[in-house]
């Protein structure tokens, strides 16, 4: 049984949707009933995503996709529009994470996490928008983290980029308010993704996350989990169902409490 039957026959457009918390909101969405505008730069493990849910009779269509492409970003949602119909959900869920300390910091690294993290959610934010503000419907979730709120060795870039993410859903979201459209930020922490597996060298890096780390002023997580990228999921998708209907700037920690409530 569907739980949120309001989703079934929309049209969902979510980046970074190859892997980790984009590919879980992808196929939540499906199973939802939503016809899900897959988008993603990495067009094999998307085609990947694609074959795995129509073996499931679940409608996910792909749209290979650099998000900081903007030219490509405009005609994408065009495309989008044209062959599925008026986009009614959208989840800002690509990222990307270059960590280094700040001194070590390249400026093609602190570019291209700017480029994909901000500049990107702004680009398509701002795409589909613009369309929704006519039909004065929809709904919008930017997958930052709860770096964007608490300092982190390492992740200055990443940091700041989620940051920027944040701040910029929550003004779109007071902007759009007048059209009934809602904005929302989700902030996960340590999730069970290859982004999070790429930041340890150790060999139990699940372990050393729940522990944190003193030496970096790293607090562990109280829970004493990390999240699965369906924790995410199941948040995102209560944010763009009409349960949610009154809430709109608002930034929801998914992260076990690692960042002390925020």
């Known amino acids: 049984m569907s739980q949120y039957p309001d989703c079934s026959g929309k049209v969902a457009l979510v980046t ?27 067009a094999d493990p998307l085609e990947l995503l694609v ?15 650099d998000i900081t492409d903007r030219n490509g970003v405009g005609a994408t949602v065009e495309r989008i529009e044209r062959e599925l119909g008026p986009v ?18 390249t400026d093609t690294a602190w570019d291209s996490t700017i480029a994909v993290n901000a500049t ?16 004065r419907d929809g709904a919008i979730v930017t997958v930052a983290s709860n770096a964007a709120g608490v300092p982190r060795s390492g992740m ?13 859903t929550r003004c779109l979201g007071l902007e759009l308010a007048k059209y009934g459209i809602r904005c929302n930020v989700v902030a996960p922490g340590s999730t069970d993704t290859p982004m999070f597996h790429g930041l340890f060298s150790v ?7 729940i522990a944190g780390d003193p030496a970096t002023y790293r607090v562990g997580i109280p829970l004493g989990r990390i999240a699965e990228p369906s924790d995410v999921a199941d948040t995102i998708l209560f944010l763009l169902s009409k349960r949610a209907r009154h809430i709109t700037m608002q930034t ?7 960042a002390l409530g925020g």
């Not at 970074?16 to 899900?36: C, D, H, P, S, Y």
């Not at 074959?51 to 996709?65: N, Q, W």
């Not at 929801?252 to 690692?258: K, L, M, P, R, W």
């Open 120 to 135: 990107g959610v702004f680009g398509i934010s701002r795409a589909v928008a613009g369309r929704m503000v006519s039909r």
């Open 203 to 209: 060999a139990d890096p699940v372990a050393k996350a």
């Open 252 to 258: 929801v920690y998914v992260d076990g409490g690692a």
């Open 16 to 42: 970074g949707a190859a892997g980790g918390i984009g590919a879980a909101v992808a196929n939540a969405l499906a199973a939802e009933g939503a016809q899900v505008a897959a988008v993603d730069r990495d």
């Open 51 to 65: 074959k795995a849910a129509h073996s499931e009779s679940r409608t996910i269509t792909a749209y290979p996709l």
């Open 88 to 105: 009614s959900m959208l989840v800002n869920a690509a990222g990307v994470l270059h960590p280094s300390d700040t001194l070590s910091t």
């Open 156 to 168: 200055a870039a990443y940091a700041a980029s989620k940051a920027a993410a944040t701040a910029f």
